[in-house]
């Protein structure tokens, strides 16, 4: 028979199990419901099948398109595993590796299934709630996934642009897995695994897909194709949805939760630097389907966001690693990937935006700032961010998406422009973008913790604290012969 602590167990997953059921479940009624009229756009569901048809024979899928996409989609899934996952394991103590990495696979697992049933739709279907958050037009991918139509004989594919819009919907999945796995380093070494799975479910549906919805949903009031937006803000690959929202909410988390046990008292070094290096190397390179592949097509303005990723990565990592020879007398192959990552965050918001040279000077201000928020801020405010999740996400996410208010240029976005062509006003678009991201994720995580908390606990006991998360939370160790 299991023992008490195992039924504990069992107890709490099914929890998090009937809770993201009970989420979506009601949602679900509505699927036999007719949808509203379509606006003609191919991610709109519930067109009058003729309409339908009528669009869908007209498009010619581009094959390199779609080959660029699947590409990407894949380089932003390896972000998280192995990338995210590596880079974390490394920078925790040895007896806590194997917690950060099951934590990083079960948001590729769990996220995923929780995008297809509703979180495609929240984020992307026309508005509901005034705009606040898509409705349930697309639940279960419905008027996306190929369908067979009986009066124009074939099977219509739902179409993006040049792509399947199913494809696009599996190329944000990926965004939507790794965002609340950057979180993850945050409260690292001392979160309950069931309080974890179940925070990051409620947050990507309240949290994130609503974020998503302002920015990148037609309709959104920050969109910056929407004609109609109240502040059409830029931001190209995730620099508010992703980033600033994972960062913030890091920053909540650690300080609701509480810091280590004998934090500042003890040392608590990476224990593994060699799985930290390949980890920013793997998040380097995938992110070039991070960042590129945010133009859903293979063309030039994907081709720019390629250089100008590589390059700001390329000046953050130099400017962590000058700050530190000139701080501590040498650099070390952290700052040097904690930099590039910088550069990297600082840039997403800005690829599609800016040109090469101005992507440079953004990877540079990200690099010095996240080092100064992860020495000097964190420091001053006493804080246990144990991977300085809101230092390098947070703080180069706002400084990468102020500055691509600056440096957006006419020469890659054809239109919007930014403070030097003459468009001042894109710096109140991108500020506004910044504090209403920042407003969401404060509120939604001190809600969310404290339910959790209320409910199954946030914190693992302190024995099982010293003891390790890789033994206490899953029975196993990731270096049994050491």
Request: aromatic share 10%; glycine share 12%.
């Amino acid at each position: 028979m299991y023992s008490a602590h195992t039924l504990h167990r069992f107890g709490l997953a099914g929890v998090v199990l009937l809770l993201a059921l009970g989420v979506v479940t009601p949602v679900l009624t509505f699927a036999d419901e007719p949808a509203p009229e379509s606006t003609s756009t191919p991610l709109q569901a519930g067109a009058a099948e003729a309409e339908i048809a009528e669009e869908a024979q007209a498009v010619e899928f581009n094959q390199a398109d779609i080959a660029w996409m699947l590409t990407s989609s894949a380089l932003v899934l390896m972000m998280t595993g192995p990338g995210l996952a590596l880079f974390y394991g490394g920078l925790v103590r040895k007896k806590n590796v194997l917690s950060v990495m099951m934590q990083c696979v079960a948001m590729m697992g769990i996220m995923s299934v929780l995008w297809v049933v509703v979180g495609y739709s929240l984020a992307f279907a026309p508005d509901m709630l005034g705009g606040f958050v898509g409705g349930f037009d697309h639940v279960m991918l419905k008027g996306v996934l190929p369908e067979w139509s009986d009066s124009a004989g074939e099977i219509i594919t739902p179409a993006f642009g040049g792509i399947p819009t199913v494809l696009f919907a599996v190329f944000q999945m990926m965004f939507f897995i790794i965002t609340p796995a950057l979180i993850v380093g945050a409260f690292a070494e001392r979160m309950k695994f069931s309080a974890m799975a179940l925070y990051s479910i409620l947050w990507g549906l309240l949290v994130y897909c609503p974020i998503a919805h302002w920015v990148w949903s037609d309709g959104g009031w920050l969109c910056e194709w929407n004609e109609a937006a109240a502040f059409p803000a830029l931001d190209f690959a995730g620099g508010t949805v992703v980033h600033i929202s994972s960062g913030i909410s890091a920053l909540v988390c650690c300080l609701m939760i509480g810091k280590r046990l004998n934090f500042q008292k003890e040392p608590m070094p990476p224990h593994n630097l060699t799985y930290t290096f390949i980890g920013a190397c793997l998040l380097w390179v995938g992110w070039f389907g991070f960042n590129a592949g945010s133009a859903a097509s293979a063309n030039a303005t994907a081709v720019n966001a390629f250089a100008a990723t590589h390059l700001a990565a390329s000046t953050g990592l130099i400017a962590w690693a000058l700050m530190e020879w000139f701080t501590l007398g040498r650099p070390t192959i952290l700052g040097a990937c904690s930099g590039a990552v910088a550069g990297l965050v600082c840039i997403t918001p800005a690829s599609g935006s800016v040109a090469v040279p101005g992507a440079m000077v953004i990877g540079l201000c990200g690099g010095v700032a996240s080092f100064l928020a992860c020495t000097k801020l964190k420091n001053a405010m006493g804080y246990d961010d144990s991977l300085d999740v809101f230092g390098v996400h947070g703080i180069s996410g706002i400084v990468g998406a102020l500055l691509t208010g600056v440096f957006a240029s006419k020469s890659i976005t054809g239109a919007r422009v930014g403070l030097i062509e003459g468009n001042p006003g894109q710096m109140v678009n991108q500020a506004v973008s910044i504090a209403a991201a920042a407003g969401l994720a404060i509120v939604g995580s001190i809600v969310l913790l404290k339910l959790i908390d209320l409910t199954i606990g946030l914190r693992v006991s302190e024995d099982s604290e010293v003891r390790g998360l890789d033994l206490t939370e899953h029975g196993e160790e990731g270096y049994i012969f050491l």
